[in-house]
C-alpha cells in the first residue's frame, strides 16, 4: 500500500480490504503489458478483510501543560480552543503571570506495540499520579480526558472537568463560580 505498512494501519484503528487473488486476476495482470489496453471486467469475488475481528486499538495525543498550581489536560478535540483553556486557567491561578510548562502524552508510546485500552488507561493515570501534587487544581478538558482519568487519588473540589470549553454566557458563568470556589 505504497510505503505504509498495514500493521501500521491496523494499529490506528484503519480497517484494511484486499482483493482476493484468483487464477483469473493473476493471469490478467500478467498479461496486461502485452496489450495496449487492459479489459475492465467484473470480479466475481469480493473484497476479503485482513483482519475479521479487527480490535480498535488505543490511539491517542492528550496535551497538557502546568501553570504553577495548575495541571491542565486537554484532549485533541478541544485543542482549537486552547487559548481560552489557558485564560481559565489563568483564572484558577489569579491571573499571575507565570509561563506554562507544555507536554503531551501520545498513546501508545512504542508505534506498532499490542495494546489495549486497560494498558493506555493505567499508563496515562500513572502519568497524571506522578505529576500532580496534592495542593494542585486539575483542569481537564474534552470527553476523551474523562473517560481516560480516573480521580482516586483526586478530591472532588481539586477537579474541574470541562467536556468542553465554555462558550456561552451561562456556561462561563457556571465556570467562573467553580474557580471561585477552588482558588479563594
Given at each position: 500500500m505504497?510505503?505504509?505498512?498495514?500493521?501500521?494501519?491496523?494499529?490506528?484503528?484503519?480497517?484494511?480490504?484486499?482483493?482476493?487473488?484468483?487464477?483469473?486476476?493473476?493471469?490478467?495482470?500478467?498479461?496486461?503489458?502485452?496489450?495496449?489496453?487492459p479489459?475492465?471486467?467484473?470480479?466475481?469475488?469480493?473484497?476479503?478483510?485482513?483482519?475479521?475481528?479487527?480490535?480498535?486499538?488505543?490511539?491517542?495525543?492528550?496535551?497538557?501543560?502546568?501553570?504553577?498550581?495548575v495541571?491542565?489536560?486537554?484532549?485533541?478535540?478541544?485543542?482549537?480552543?486552547?487559548?481560552?483553556?489557558?485564560?481559565?486557567?489563568?483564572?484558577?491561578?489569579?491571573?499571575?503571570?507565570?509561563?506554562?510548562?507544555?507536554?503531551?502524552?501520545?498513546?501508545?508510546?512504542?508505534?506498532?506495540?499490542?495494546?489495549?485500552?486497560?494498558?493506555?488507561?493505567?499508563?496515562?493515570?500513572?502519568?497524571?499520579?506522578?505529576?500532580?501534587?496534592?495542593?494542585?487544581?486539575?483542569?481537564?478538558?474534552?470527553?476523551?480526558?474523562?473517560?481516560?482519568?480516573?480521580?482516586?487519588?483526586?478530591?472532588?473540589?481539586?477537579?474541574?472537568?470541562?467536556?468542553?470549553?465554555?462558550?456561552?454566557?451561562?456556561?462561563?458563568?457556571?465556570?467562573?463560580?467553580?474557580?471561585?470556589?477552588?482558588?479563594?
Open positions: 505504497f510505503g505504509v505498512s498495514l500493521e501500521y494501519l491496523r494499529g490506528l484503528g484503519i480497517d484494511v480490504w484486499t482483493h482476493k487473488q484468483t487464477a483469473e486476476n493473476v493471469e490478467e495482470s500478467r498479461a496486461a503489458p502485452l496489450i495496449g489496453k479489459k475492465i471486467r467484473q470480479s466475481r469475488n469480493e473484497a476479503t478483510p485482513l483482519v475479521a475481528d479487527a480490535v480498535v486499538r488505543p490511539n491517542f495525543t492528550i496535551r497538557g501543560f502546568r501553570l504553577e498550581r495541571f491542565a489536560l486537554v484532549s485533541e478535540e478541544a485543542l482549537p480552543d486552547m487559548s481560552l483553556i489557558l485564560n481559565i486557567a489563568w483564572a484558577i491561578n489569579r491571573f499571575k503571570s507565570i509561563e506554562s510548562d507544555d507536554f503531551d502524552f501520545v498513546w501508545p508510546q512504542v508505534e506498532g506495540s499490542e495494546t489495549s485500552w486497560d494498558d493506555a488507561i493505567h499508563a496515562f493515570n500513572a502519568f497524571c499520579q506522578f505529576r500532580v501534587r496534592a495542593e494542585d487544581v486539575v483542569l481537564t478538558v474534552g470527553e476523551d480526558v474523562a473517560k481516560l482519568l480516573t480521580r482516586k487519588n483526586l478530591s472532588t473540589d481539586q477537579v474541574i472537568a470541562l467536556d468542553s470549553a465554555p462558550h456561552d454566557a451561562t456556561a462561563k458563568h457556571e465556570l467562573w463560580r467553580q474557580i471561585q470556589v477552588l482558588a479563594p
